[in-house]
């Protein structure tokens, strides 16, 4: 598995193209390769300021934001290492609030692929190792690190002593990954995807994670347990209620603090994990008044995101057109929650490996038309792959241009607009839509 992409400037482009060729070894898995790499390049994961390392099925790359967020506003600098990018690569590496410039980009790629090209490392190791690379090259108050895929085995998971370590939501995903048959590893699906989210746990770090169904909850605790980590899980060591504010209550007393601006019910539990992971560390100092800033400045594009004034959005004149890069069964329901009872029209490009009932099932009672759109780069689901989950007809489009041009013939506006399905397609569509992150 390999992502894609592409970049204005020569020198990161053919860094680019070189990553691009890269390929996972079918069978290869371990951290053995990623440590060697970054021995070569004489351990810069081991210069990071204090850092929060944070895995999960959904909510990860939110919890992210808003630990970054808050960070800032408690007046620390920040790295940050988030994953996919959008739009350019760049996105991947933030070095102290910016995203990496283009010349250091192509330096520290070149740095890394010249260094390890006799391992055949995979497109995730070479990206892990020049984003250490960067971070250490700078100084910073902390590091805000998210985890690729999985935790056991993601690339990022060399850090020896965390400041934390987080866990958002479980939901199955990436099944032939994290649900390969491996001798003692849970039987259980979402116990198994918890088992290898909680390999990140670290000898006496904080782990700090959600609340979870009693399996994976068993599974979390154990391996907590057998790597020396402190488990702080929701429920047990810390709570937080959802209502005109998020209620946040651990042994250290209880915090009143605003929803985020961010949409979406679930994003409010994302907020409460990244106030959680801060509250227990104590590599870093963050106030209460700043955890509240952090939380109403957050911002983390194609997650429910309503697009602005652009290119693509003047195609459907008199209608909201949000974004939500979406493609597993947990993020259908929460879309589900956020759009009850308010008609849709769907516009959907899913990779071929991701289930297509994910988006459409939970929404399928407020389905006023489903378009299906590629996924660039990828092989995507065809329209009659959806087709047994909804009794709409569906229709297939080349791009999303077209799909909003042809909405916007059908006569007055009678609902909103939802593209969904893959991160890739909301990448495009904010390259589109010139909204691209910074």
């Not at 990860?60 to 960070?71: E, H, N």
């Not at 250091?104 to 690379?133: G, H, I, M, N, Y």
């Not at 998210?146 to 935790?151: A, I, P, T």
């Not at 402190?230 to 504010?245: D, H, K, S, V, Y």
Request: aromatic share 6%; with cysteine; net charge neutral.
């Amino acid at each position: 598995m390999r992502d894609f992409a592409i970049s204005d400037d020569p020198a990161v482009q053919a860094q680019l193209d070189r990553l691009a060729a890269l390929s996972l070894p079918q069978g290869r898995l371990g951290l053995e390769t990623i440590r060697e790499i970054l021995t070569r390049l004489g351990d810069p994961q081991k210069r990071l300021p204090p850092t929060f390392h944070v895995a999960g099925t959904n909510g990860k790359g939110s919890t992210c934001a808003f630990l970054r967020a808050m960070l800032e506003a408690g007046g620390l600098t920040v790295h940050a290492a988030t994953k996919p990018h959008l739009v350019r690569y760049n996105e991947r590496i933030r070095i102290a609030g910016a995203l990496i410039p283009d010349a250091e980009l192509a330096d520290r790629l070149k740095q890394v692929l010249d260094a390890s090209q006799d391992l055949a490392p995979s497109f995730f190791e070479v990206t892990a190792a020049a984003t250490f690379l960067a971070f250490a090259e700078h100084p910073a108050d902390a590091c805000v690190i998210e985890v690729g895929l999985g935790g056991r085995f993601d690339a990022t998971n060399v850090l020896d002593r965390p400041a934390a370590c987080g866990i958002a939501s479980l939901g199955i995903d990436h099944e032939a990954f994290l649900l390969r048959p491996e001798a003692g590893t849970p039987g259980d699906p979402l116990a198994r995807i918890a088992f290898e989210k909680a390999g990140i746990a670290r000898p006496g770090v904080p782990l700090v994670t959600q609340a979870y169904p009693a399996a994976a909850a068993r599974a979390v605790t154990i391996t907590a347990a057998r790597q020396g980590a402190e488990l702080f899980m929701r429920g047990p060591a810390w709570r937080a209620e959802t209502g005109g504010e998020i209620a946040y209550c651990d042994a250290f007393g209880p915090l009143a603090l605003p929803l985020p601006r961010l949409a979406g019910a679930h994003q409010a539990d994302n907020a409460a994990l990244a106030v959680a992971l801060l509250r227990h560390q104590d590599a870093v100092s963050v106030s209460p008044e700043a955890m509240r800033r952090g939380i109403l400045s957050a911002h983390w594009p194609a997650r429910l995101q309503l697009l602005g004034d652009g290119p693509l959005t003047a195609l459907a004149p008199g209608r909201k057109v949000w974004l939500d890069g979406g493609h597993n069964p947990d993020a259908g329901a929460a879309l589900a929650r956020y759009f009850q009872d308010r008609p849709l029209h769907l516009i959907v490009g899913m990779l071929a490996s991701k289930n297509p009932a994910a988006i459409v099932s939970p929404l399928a009672a407020q389905l006023l038309s489903i378009t299906v759109v590629p996924a660039p780069g990828h092989q995507a689901h065809a329209p009659e792959d959806f087709a047994p989950f909804t009794g709409l007809p569906i229709r297939r489009l080349a791009t999303v241009g077209e799909a909003l041009c042809a909405l916007s013939r059908t006569g007055p506006p009678d609902g909103d607009v939802l593209i969904a399905g893959s991160l890739y397609l909301a990448g495009e569509v904010l390259r589109l839509n010139r909204q691209i992150p910074d």
